[in-house]
């Protein structure tokens, strides 16, 4: 009997494989989902009472490579926001309306998920 930790889709998984009687040949059991790690908090993040109305997330899964704009700074609609690398290609994060950043919720070098918060904005 072998045990394995396997991760699919971000979700992670103890397997156990027995060998099996008659053929000799692996058998795996159910998956039983195994404790997830805390997640890595960004260094940048602000606190939570700061921050704003209007979320910025992430179009993709990606590496945020360049963060552009900074807590307070006035902002117009389509300015970069920070700049995030998804295979191989740079996207800019745009501001989606004019306003004031409120909070820089993710830092140069951070790997992000779909939907997560880069930013918010006032």
């Known amino acids: 009997m ?31 989902a ?3 790690a805390a997640p890595k908090a960004a260094p940048k993040a602000a606190s939570a009472g700061a921050q704003g109305a ?8 990606g590496k945020i490579l360049a ?17 995030l690398e998804a295979m191989k290609m740079e996207n800019d994060i745009v501001a989606p309306q004019d306003g004031t950043i409120a909070s820089i919720n993710a830092a140069v070098g951070d790997s992000v998920e779909p939907g997560a918060t880069l930013a918010t904005m006032n």
């Open 2 to 32: 072998k045990n394995y930790t396997i991760t699919v889709n971000g979700n992670v998984y103890e397997v156990t494989v027995e060998e099996g009687a008659s053929t000799g040949a692996p058998v795996a059991t159910a998956p039983k």
């Open 34 to 36: 195994a404790p997830k």
């Open 54 to 61: 209007v979320v910025v997330t992430a179009p993709m899964p």
């Open 67 to 83: 963060v552009k704009a900074s807590n307070g700074q006035a902002v117009k609609k389509g300015d970069i926001i920070m700049v």
